[in-house]
């Protein structure tokens, strides 16, 4: 018996790599340093994730596939791998001034959180299935650890609970359809050959199409569409305050990578059988979203719906499957992670030690008492609403035009209508905070260095994406030059 | 790139500064007076200087134009850019004078105000505003400065917004131009769908090479005149600028004479080939500006306030220059008479106005009978500038306007039809009238009695002195009793005499500036007649303000009191106030309104509830599916898998 | 065809002879003491009867967790070994690396303090 071992460059994974080595660092530094010794995991963690993020920028233009054929190299997956680092770095800062007020600023929460980056790079990487599906269970096994991080904390618990036993459903659900598609195809799952062999045996095609639908529940999961969305509200509430912020926005992105990879990758040629599903699953996902968020007091819950109502006209990229849409989706991602942990960010200030303060009726009188705070919370609601300069407005501009381009006229008039009832909730955190004298006197703001950042950074780079949308643009095009079905 | 640009990098700081400015003061600074200031002051000197640095480098060379793609989809393209040629470097340089010189007056002015910061905050979005669109290369960038302007036009006008009558302006002028707009963004919609480009140097080179529909240049010309006659005072809609007097003085300097109400015809210069290749259109625009202009000079005629004579003055000036380019698109000719005559406009205006403001600040009232009795004349410097600048305003050599009316009137004497001519001239003799009215009331005061009979002039109490009592500061922090004479602070003086000489230089620079312009300054022809009768014009119009005003024995009721109706029409300011008030009652809430209660009730009120209810009731099912039951998810989570697949199937 | 399983049902029935041949015997020739203990069903050395809702000390899950992972190395390893030569050097080292992650595991759970039983 011999073996060929492939050929294989070290380089092409090199984000990868150093992000595991860093988590594994942190997690033996953690381990061996005597209790109560504080070391800096937080900086530690940062530091890898800029080397990863040089790495990426070192990969940007290069393409191919390296490790038999397993991962692609190309700068759809190198976009994602900038969001994903993006999203945990802001993570990280979010966390530690929160974390140490529970007590609980340990090594392995920045552990967990690198390697779930690790999974979703896995994720925007893979070019076969089974890649795909490892990353999205490392990925998901971090962050059911991450929601139940506050043992003590009964809501908590809960949520992890609830987000293992249904996100395992889920996976099982997403690897039910690849044995399908397996068995449809004859045997492959790379996703460079799917399309040409699933289309080869007709007397296949119910077994691709089951295929499909179950992959659509197992990523609507991950994204949180509607009606698969019931875990979110609970879990986003019960999660830590950072962890939530990470959910919403890195997994959701990581799940919208693989999703838009494989979809529009392997299956183009079937669009119009899941154009439709997705339709409906876009238009619910909106709805449902923005007009449960509405109803919302707790800011967590309020944030948790408006993030199923951003996955709802993420969908619609994704139903409008063409190069526009693929570059709205890239866009948006990007813009979405900032302008939501951004908007966590200050939720996490707001709340002040211990997530005293969630309740939205607390912001009132706070362009009064705080208004850079004020100012710049004003503004990522104005961002997840889509009022212009910011970036929620060009993101949703390209979504709609998107929708339009393709010909769902309708689509993009619902599209427009449910942000018109977003807008509703969304100002209203604004009026609160500028209209309404506080109501209580809810104790000082402790401006720690890194959440301050966060909030600066985030504020200013929602405005810049958001005013300068052209170079991003041209950069998210070039990446989805990859999907030639589109 | 932008930083071995220095000119794209000069452009960007032009538009960065003011904004930061405005950010920083907006959320920081507010309530730190000195630090809002030092922050205005910095984001308005530096583009000052490079206004003027432009303008005398870049001044004689070919426009250059920066494009980005602001934003860029499949289907549109939002440009965004800098167009630099002599139009818009000499507007950019009068703004940024203008505007700095206005924040440095301010600062006497405004002192002890307790919305100083804000005050400043304002200033700089208005110079973020009024900057880019004078430098924008695109028709919709140029539009969004626009409405910025506006905004920031809006907020000046109610700075005082305790005040009720100050914040109804403010409400007014938004209104008003905003029908304006209308209009305007009509236009430029017909032109990005039946043309496709909204840049400006493309737009103009396509009206010159008759590459564009001429119904269409008719058509989204008379539309974008709309716009400028919102913004640059325009019958009808030229209501709102007197009004727009409410606001502190040096924004009425800024805005409301020098700057933002030219920027209407700032805008008639910008795509005068396109305005000049319809003559339909420009014949409507003359006859508006021609009518607009003995309008205000009549108005102007019988009013008390000080800043309501400048006000109605600019209106009719406004009017004189967008008749100097109407009259030049008709005959053919350049849009150097109407574009210099804004310029020099620029510099006496705002003269005049930050006088008036140094006798407002000082006396507490706006009525220029009560400042002459109370011994106005004693202000030597702002009383020597004003003087010029009125002289200027009447059209006297050696000063600037005299120049620039001269060129508007030799455009009107091109036209075949000498009515317009006619015309031009009894608005410069009206102007002269209205003007030096107001110079000898101040400088040889009667008793106060003399003026009792003056119509609208309401005999001064003493105690309404106290306090800027007409003029609506509501603090007491800073009311100037008017037994409490000290001196003019210099930072308002300073600009004052800034603008005394440019008054008196720019009329000589004619020539310069139309090379600049232009290309090439074409040698006039001196028509004497031309010249005798407008200096005659004016000069009579003195003599008249001089025997009804001025003499020892003047009898200080004006020739207009022989003719009491037309005296009540002009007091009554055309009653346009009335019809715009008949117009929104009959057509506005009568028609409009009640069809928009009903729908409000009945439609969208109803929809609201419907809303509410569902959402209610919605929630009480999605109580019921969204349980805390995890069987229950999954269970649901299997039957939609379930739909999904037979909808699959079923679909092929 | 069928006779190539000859060997497999040869060998299930020596399994089943077997135990079976043991059970008897011991049943024979063993001594029979009974006492209430000895009696109950064995169940790793738990209660069999009670409250089937009985909290189990966590170490108990620490620890299988940790053999879990051990285990599983053990799995890789007999397949490694197998091919050992074909795979030459690179195999070597790629399980190598292989081991140090799970020794990271345990150098992590032995720091954290999760092999003392207190």
């Known amino acids: 018996m011999t073996f060929t071992i492939p050929s294989f460059h070290l380089s092409s994974i090199g984000p990868w790599l150093t992000l595991t080595v860093t988590a594994i660092l942190i997690l033996v530094l953690d381990a061996l340093s005597p209790k109560g010794r504080k070391v800096c995991f937080s900086w530690l963690a940062l530091a890898g994730l800029a080397v990863a993020a040089f790495q990426t920028i070192g990969l940007w233009g290069s393409t191919g596939t390296d490790f038999a054929r397993m991962v692609y190299i190309d700068d759809f997956a190198n976009f994602f791998y900038l969001i994903f680092i993006l999203g945990a770095a802001l993570t990280v800062l979010i966390s530690r001034q929160y974390l140490e007020d529970y007590g609980k600023n340990m090594g392995e929460y920045y552990a967990l959180i690198i ?37 003590e904390d009964l809501r908590s618990n809960e949520a992890a609970l609830k987000y293992l036993i249904l996100g395992s459903f889920s996976s099982a659900f997403l690897l039910f359809g690849m044995a399908m598609l397996y068995g449809a195809s004859g045997g492959t799952l790379f996703l460079n050959d799917l399309p040409l062999r699933l289309g080869a045996d007709p007397a296949m095609a119910p077994l691709v199409l089951l295929g499909v639908g179950l992959l659509i529940v197992g990523f609507g999961f991950k994204v949180a569409a509607a009606p698969f969305h019931m875990w979110t509200p609970d879990v986003y509430e019960g999660a830590p305050t950072s962890v939530t912020a990470f959910m919403a926005v890195a997994v959701k992105a990581a799940a919208f990578a693989a999703f838009a ?203 810049a994406i958001g005013i300068f949308p052209g170079c991003l643009y041209n950069l998210a095009m070039n990446a989805v030059k990859i999907f030639p079905g589109l | ?128 505003a009024m900057l880019t669109l004078v430098i924008s290369s695109g028709l919709l960038q140029l539009y969004i400065a626009w409405e910025l302007v506006g905004l920031a036009s809006y907020l000046l006008i109610g700075f005082w917004y305790e005040k009720f009558s100050a914040s109804e302006a403010g409400k007014k002028a938004f209104v008003v131009t905003r029908f304006g707009d209308i209009g305007f963004f009509m236009g430029l919609v017909f032109l990005v769908i039946f043309y496709g480009s909204l840049d400006i140097a493309t737009v103009n080179s396509a009206a010159v090479a008759n590459s564009m529909p001429p119904w269409l240049i008719t058509t989204s010309g008379l539309l974008i005149f709309c716009g400028v006659m919102g913004k640059s005072a325009q019958f009808p809609l030229h209501v709102w600028l007197p009004d727009a007097m409410e606001g502190p003085t040096p924004v009425s300097a800024l805005l409301h004479s020098a700057t933002m109400v030219a920027a209407g015809v700032f805008l008639m210069t910008r795509i005068f080939p396109f305005f000049a290749a319809s003559a339909t259109t420009m014949t409507v625009i003359l006859a508006i500006s021609t009518l607009t202009l003995i309008l205000s000079s009549t108005i102007a005629l019988a009013a008390t306030d000080i800043k309501q004579v400048w006000a109605y003055s600019t209106v009719s000036q406004l009017g004189f220059m967008a008749m100097g380019l109407a009259a ?65 305003l009447a059209g006297i050599f050696p000063f600037a306007g005299f120049f620039s009316k001269e060129l508007i009137l030799t455009a009107l004497a091109h036209l075949d039809n000498k009515l317009w001519l006619v015309l031009g001239l009894f608005g410069a003799f009206l102007t002269a009238y209205y003007s030096f009215r107001v110079i000898f009331v101040m400088l040889f005061p009667k008793s106060p009695e003399a003026y009792s009979k003056v119509p609208g002039h309401i005999a001064h109490v003493e105690d309404e002195a106290h306090g800027h009592g007409a003029h609506g500061h509501a603090d007491d922090a800073h009311g100037h009793g008017h037994d409490e004479h000290h001196g003019v602070p210099w930072v308002m003086i300073f600009p004052l005499l800034v603008l005394a000489s440019f008054t008196l230089i720019l009329g000589f620079c004619q020539d310069y500036l139309e090379k ?116 229950y998810n999954l269970l649901f989570m299997v039957v939609v898998l379930a739909g999904v697949g037979i909808y699959l199937m079923m679909g092929r | 065809m069928l006779i190539n399983y000859v060997p497999i049902l040869i060998f299930t029935v020596v399994a089943i002879g077997l135990v079976a041949v043991i059970v008897v015997l011991s049943e024979l020739l063993g001594k029979k003491k009974h006492f209430p203990s000895k009696d109950m069903p064995y169940e790793c050395g738990m209660d069999p009867i009670g409250d089937a809702r009985h909290r189990y000390t966590v170490r108990f899950y620490v620890i299988a967790m940790f053999f879990i992972v051990f285990d599983i190395e053990a799995i890789f390893f007999f397949p490694w070994a197998v091919v050992f030569k074909s795979l030459g050097w690179f195999g070597f080292w790629e399980m190598l690396v292989f081991i140090g992650i799970i020794s990271v595991g345990l150098v992590y759970v032995w720091g954290k303090g999760a092999l003392e039983w207190e």
């Not at chain 1, 944030?303 to 006209?313: D, E, K, P, R």
């Open chain 1, 115 to 151: 390697f779930a980056t690790v999974g979703m790079m896995l994720m925007a990487a893979g070019s076969h299935l089974i890649m795909i599906f490892l990353g999205l269970e490392i990925m998901s096994i971090a962050v059911y650890v991450l929601a139940g991080l506050f043992r």
């Open chain 1, 261 to 463: 990879r494989v979809f529009f990758l392997a299956f183009p040629a079937i669009k119009v059988d899941w154009n439709m599903v997705l339709w409906v699953l876009a238009v619910a996902t909106m709805t449902i979203g923005n007009v449960a968020a509405i109803s919302q007091t707790n800011i967590k819950r309020m944030l948790a719906y408006s993030s199923i109502a951003h996955a709802g006209y993420l969908l619609m990229a994704m139903v409008a499957a063409n190069q526009l849409g693929a570059m709205s989706l890239l866009y948006y991602l990007l813009a979405y992670t900032l302008m939501n942990l951004g908007a966590f960010g200050v939720v996490i200030l707001v709340g002040r030690k211990k997530d005293s303060y969630l309740n939205i009726y607390d912001y009132s009188g706070l362009g009064a008492a705080h208004p850079v705070l004020a100012a710049s919370m004003a503004l990522f609601m104005f961002a997840l609403a889509g009022i212009p300069p910011t970036a929620g407005f060009v993101g949703k501009f390209y979504i709609f035009s998107a929708a339009i381009q393709a010909g769902y006229i309708w689509l993009a008039i619902i599209g427009v209508m449910n942000s018109l009832v977003s807008v509703f909730y969304y100002l209203r955190i604004t009026v609160l905070m500028y209209m309404k004298p506080a109501e209580a006197d809810l104790g000082p703001v402790v401006f720690s260095p890194a959440l301050t950042a966060v909030v600066a950074l985030t504020a200013a780079g929602v405005l």
């Open chain 2, 1 to 128: 790139m932008v930083f071995s640009d220095p000119i794209l990098l000069g452009c960007l700081l032009t538009v960065f500064l003011p904004l930061s400015a405005f950010a920083l003061i907006m959320i920081f600074t507010r309530d730190n007076p000195k630090l809002s200031l030092a922050i205005s002051l910095v984001a308005a000197t530096i583009p000052l200087i490079i206004a003027w640095t432009f303008f005398f480098k870049l001044g004689g060379r070919a426009p250059i134009i920066y494009n980005f793609d602001w934003m860029v989809s499949d289907l549109v393209k939002v440009p965004f850019g800098f167009l630099l040629d002599p139009t818009s470097l000499v507007m950019f340089v009068i703004v940024a004078t203008i505007s700095w010189l206005v924040q440095v007056y301010s600062i006497g002015y405004m002192a002890g105000d307790p919305g100083f910061g804000r005050y400043y905050a304002d200033l700089s979005l208005f110079a973020l």
């Open chain 2, 328 to 392: 030049a698109a008709l005959a053919s000719g350049t849009l150097f008479a109407g574009y210099y005559h804004l310029t020099t406009h620029a510099a006496f205006k705002a003269l005049l106005f930050l006088c008036s403001g140094v006798f407002i600040h000082h006396f507490g009232t706006n009525d220029f009978f009560t400042m002459a009795t109370q011994g106005g004349r004693k202000l030597v410097i702002p009383m020597a500038c004003i003087t010029i600048a009125a002289l200027a």
């Open chain 2, 516 to 631: 600049l312009l232009l290309g090439a300054s074409h040698p006039h022809a001196m028509n004497y007649f031309l010249l005798v009768a407008a200096v005659g014009c004016a000069l009579s119009g003195i003599a008249l303000a001089w025997l009804d005003w001025g003499r020892k024995d003047a009898k200080c009721v004006g020739f207009i009191s022989r003719f009491p109706a037309l005296q009540t029409f002009f007091i009554q300011k055309w009653y346009m106030d009335h019809f715009w008030r008949w117009f929104l009652n009959r057509f506005i809430y009568g028609i409009f309104s009640k069809w928009f209660t009903y729908n409000d009730r009945r439609v969208v009120d109803g929809g609201v509830d419907a809303v509410a209810f569902s959402t209610v009731g919605s929630g009480r099912l999605l109580s019921f599916i969204q349980t805390a039951f995890l069987q």
